[in-house]
Structure formats: C-alpha cells, structure tokens
C-alpha cells in the first residue's frame, strides 16, 4: 500500500479518548499516564528490538514497522520506520521496501521467511502454519528467530492497538518521526523520559 493510500486509511482523532499529558505523541503519552504499565512495556520493546540476538536491531525494527503498518497504525510504523533506518545508516529505502512489498525486497531468503511468519501472526496467531515454520528453517532461521519473529509481532499487535485504541496524538509532521526514530535508536526504550520510549 502506497503513503496516500496508507493515509487515507487512518483518520486521525482530534482528541485522545482519556485525558493524556499534553505533547506526547503515541505512546509516550500513554507511558507518562501508566507508569506501573510502561515499565514492563518498555522493558519488552527493549528486549526485543535491542536485547542479544543473531538478528540486527535495524531486522527487527523492519519486523515492527511491517507489523504496524499492515495494522494501519500510522504513529508506530512511522516511528519504528525511522528507528529501523537509522539502525540501517539512514536507509529509508529498505525499511520502504521491506513494509511494501517484502517477498520482492532486496533482503535475504531467511528475512523473508521470517517477514511471512510475522504476517500470519499479524492475522491471527493460528494463521501460522507448520509450514511456515519449516520454510524459515529451511532458509537458516534458528529456533530462537522465529521464537523472537512471532513474539515481536504479537507484542506490536498489541502497541498498536494500544496507542490507535485510546486515540492517542499522532504527528503529521514526518521529521517528527526521524528525530523519534534517532532517539529510539540511539537510546533505547528504557531511559527515563517517555520521548526516548515513544513508538
């Protein structure tokens, strides 16, 4: 799905359902609102986008921008987007490419296998097929990818209808989302502020 049609497909809400800090885009503001909340949320996205792992922080972000963007939730593909290039030395290109079109995407046969099993669990958890799972291996994925795919899907399911379910601000201003993108590569999800934690 191209940008326009993308925004189209989101309409923006003037207001937040519940009443959130002023200024905070996403979910930082839902972070600022739910401090007993956001700690484990935000240990989860570093864990999963940072923590060890035989996939670079730039694949897994593209895993949460491809996830997001395929639930419609402009703010989190547009954040993680801009943290997956940066990861990636600025290349918007690929992270484009990725959440487009990504069979056709110049990136390895085992991303792609990862990439199909992320989008069956974007459908339903059950979409996911045996052989789904064997493709991935077939392609080198380990036991550990796959475990890690499916869970940063599921968990991006669930930030995203987070922030688009309580309503939550979302920029229109794509410079916004570079600079979120800069810090979230840069510093993580668990510093202290809730804009270094903003998807």
Known sequence: MNESARAARI??????????????PGISGLLAFRPETAKPLRALAE???RGPSTLTSGEREMIATFVSA???????????????????DGDY????????????????????????????????????????IA???VEGATDLEIHDTVLIAAAFCMYNRY????????????????????????AGYTAGSADAAAR
């Open 47 to 49: 864990a999963l986008l």
């Open 70 to 88: 395929r639930n419609y939730c402009h703010f989190c593909q547009a954040s993680h987007r801009a943290a997956a290039a940066h990861h990636l």
């Open 163 to 186: 922030v688009d379910g309580l309503a939550t601000f979302t920029p229109v201003d794509e410079r916004a989302y570079d600079e979120m993108g800069a810090r979230m590569a840069k």
């Open 93 to 132: 290109g690929l992270v484009d490419a990725v959440r487009d079109d990504f069979r056709n995407a110049p990136v390895s046969a085992k991303f792609k296998a990862l990439l199909a099993i992320a989008a069956r669990v974007q459908e339903s958890g059950s979409s996911v097929a045996a052989d789904d």
């Open 11 to 24: 309409a923006p809400a003037i207001m937040a359902h519940i009443p959130l800090p002023e200024g905070l």
């Open 135 to 137: 493709q991935a291996r």
